[in-house]
């Protein structure tokens, strides 16, 4: 059984960076796709960028193109997830996830192991 655990949340003002880290165990992690998605309060889970299993494509929302850069390692079962030029509207919990398969990504529905969450705060 694949677990998962993120860290790296916080804190900050709105133009800072954070990078987001999460530690899978217990199984193959380069036998998974990987994802991030969010949840602010009030709303739906909501995909932000995925990773397929040896970190060949990469995938995002479009709101976060160009600040936002998923990537892994392997070697150290890991997924990041570095996040630049933050604003207000990034504040969420952020998850990690995985799956075997890669189809529909975008999907929160679609993973089928979750991290505990990690709060991003974003303030003015």
């Known amino acids: 059984q694949l677990q998962l655990v993120e860290s790296g949340g916080g804190l900050v003002q709105a133009g800072a960076s954070l990078r987001l880290s999460c530690a899978a165990s217990?199984?193959?992690?380069?036998?998974?796709?990987m994802g991030w998605c969010r949840q602010a309060p009030g709303n739906e889970r909501e995909f932000v960028a995925a990773?397929?299993?040896?970190?060949?494509?990469?995938y995002y929302v479009d709101y976060v193109k160009g600040r936002f850069t998923i990537s892994r390692d392997n070697a150290e079962n890991t997924v990041y997830l570095q996040m630049n030029s933050l604003k207000p509207e990034d504040t969420a919990v952020y998850y990690c996830?995985?799956?075997?398969?890669?189809?529909?990504?975008?999907?929160?529905?679609?993973?089928?192991?979750w991290g505990q969450g990690t709060q991003v705060t974003v303030s003015l």
């Open positions: 217990g199984s193959t992690f380069s036998n998974y796709h």
């Open positions: 996830a995985a799956n075997r398969r890669l189809s529909a990504y975008d999907l929160p529905q679609n993973y089928n192991y």
């Open positions: 990773i397929t299993r040896n970190g060949g494509c990469t």
